[in-house]
Each structure stands twice: as C-alpha cells, then as structure tokens.
C-alpha cells in the first residue's frame, strides 16, 4: 500500500496563486477532495500524478511498493466512439507503460473490474455515459497502479449509474490509495475514509468524513430540512473560513 505526501507544495498560473504551500497524506482506501469551483482541485490532482511540476515543495509516494504506479482519470477525456473497448484500454496499458503482449490481458482485466469485461468487443459508441465514465476508470486502471486519481468521476451521471461507479471505486479502494474529487457529498459519504477540503490554496480540512460531519455540524445552522448531516458540516466548515476561502 502507498501513501502520496505533498510537501509544501505552491503552485500559480502566471500572476494566479492556486495552492499555497500544501502539506497533505494521502493514505491507503479512498479520499475525498472538496472545495468549491475554482478552488485548485483539478491543479492539485494534475501536480499529484506528474502532469505539473510545482513552482515549490514536492509529492512523494512512499510504503511497500518499491516503484508506485499512478492511475489518472480527467474529469474530461475524449472516447474514440469507433474503436473497441478492448483496443482503447489496451492502447492506455501500453501508454502507462505495461509490455505490449502484457496489455491485452491486462484490459480484460480492467474492464472486468468496472463490469463492462462482456462487452470487451463492442465499440465504444455503443456505451452510456455511466458505462463511458466506468470506461475511463478502466484505462486509469489497466497498468495496475498503487494511486488512483480520479476527477469529479460521477459528475452528470444519473442515480443508478452514480451508484455503479461508486460499488467500482469501493472495491478499487480495498487494495489501493485512491483520491477522488467530487461536489457530490453524497459520493462522499458513501465512498470515502478520509476527506479534505481545499480552501484557500490550502487544505483547511483534514479528516474523517465523520469528523467533517459532527465536529462541525451545528444541530442550529439553519438548512432547508432536506441536506444531509455532511452537508450541514461542510457547509458549517465553509462559512468558519469566512472570507479567507
Ligand atoms: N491553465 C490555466 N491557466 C490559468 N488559470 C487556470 C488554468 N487552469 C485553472 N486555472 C485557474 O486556477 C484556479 C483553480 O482551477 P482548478 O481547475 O484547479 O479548480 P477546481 O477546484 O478543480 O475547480 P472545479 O471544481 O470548477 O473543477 C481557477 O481560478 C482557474 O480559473
């Protein structure tokens, strides 16, 4: 199992200060990113899996695997609606560097691990969109990482397949460090150990996501009698920040 571990980590497009020396342990099972829009979420994922370098500071994966695998999944990907599903994750294994007669096995293997492994041979645009996003999880996947990163992977997905996608992140996090980005609290809720919260440039929040839920939840702060206790801590959360968010 690997630990991911940012280490003051700053980082600014141009003039724009995003994060603002980060620290932050990311442990095995999943965590939940929040923060609002704009907050630096998908910059901080993209500095994670080695997609920016930060202006300062580092990320450092440490723990029993002596050369840690990242996975990423973008909250946008294009899905090349004439290949087949077997072909397009096999093409991602090969590209995150597995052995070319290695990567046919290993794409069944992801695709059976986001349920679409009976459907290997179909095209792709033959897929929903909740199979499409499952799609995405696959070619994060089909190299075998020890970290998972995945951006908003629920985002416009109906109920039943934002409940799929869930049962498939679940599993994932048995034997992996995965973090996920979301504004779905309820993905939250139901997927995650830990949450933080980036605010500010920094992560104001690091905890259970029992933590976010009582230590800060005031059975007072007026809501509309339909969120969720988390919703109420979390929202609670945000407003202590004040202006500073
Ligand atoms: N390539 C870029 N060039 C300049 N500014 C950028 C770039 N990408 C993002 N930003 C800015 O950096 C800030 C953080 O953006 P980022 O996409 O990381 O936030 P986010 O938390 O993922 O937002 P959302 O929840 O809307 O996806 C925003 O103010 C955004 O406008």
């Not at 089909?142 to 679940?170: F, I, K, M, W, Y």
Request: aromatic residues 4%; hydrophobic residues 35%; contains cysteine.
């Amino acid at each position: 199992m690997v630990e991911v571990r940012l280490d003051s980590v700053s980082f600014r497009y141009g003039r724009k200060q995003v994060l603002r020396d980060v620290t932050w342990c990311i442990t095995p099972g999943v965590t939940g990113l929040l923060g609002e829009n704009g907050a630096g979420k998908s910059t901080l994922m993209s500095i994670l899996v080695g997609m920016r370098r930060p202006r300062s500071g580092h990320v450092s994966l440490g723990g029993s695997s002596e050369t840690p695998r990242v996975g990423f999944v973008p909250q946008r990907f294009t899905t090349p609606g004439e290949m087949r599903l077997i072909d397009t994750i096999s093409y991602a294994a090969w590209l995150n560097g597995v052995d070319r007669r290695a990567t046919a096995p290993a794409a069944q293997r992801a695709l059976e691990a986001v349920d679409l492994g009976g459907r290997s041979h179909e095209r792709v645009r033959t897929l929903s969109g909740g199979q499409r996003q499952r799609l995405g999880v696959a070619a994060g996947l089909a190299h075998d990482p020890d970290v998972l990163v995945l951006d908003e992977p629920t985002v416009g997905l109906d109920p039943s397949q934002r409940l799929r996608v869930r049962e498939v992140l679940t599993a994932l996090g048995g034997k992996r460090t995965v973090l996920l980005s979301t504004h779905v609290l309820d993905d939250v809720q139901f997927l995650c150990h830990r949450v933080g919260v980036l605010a500010g440039g920094t992560i104001a929040f690091d905890g259970t996501v029992d933590e976010l839920t009582s230590a800060l939840a005031q059975p007072n702060h007026p809501g509309n009698g339909l969120e969720s206790a988390l919703e109420r801590g979390y929202r609670t959360f945000m407003d202590t920040l004040g202006d500073d968010r």
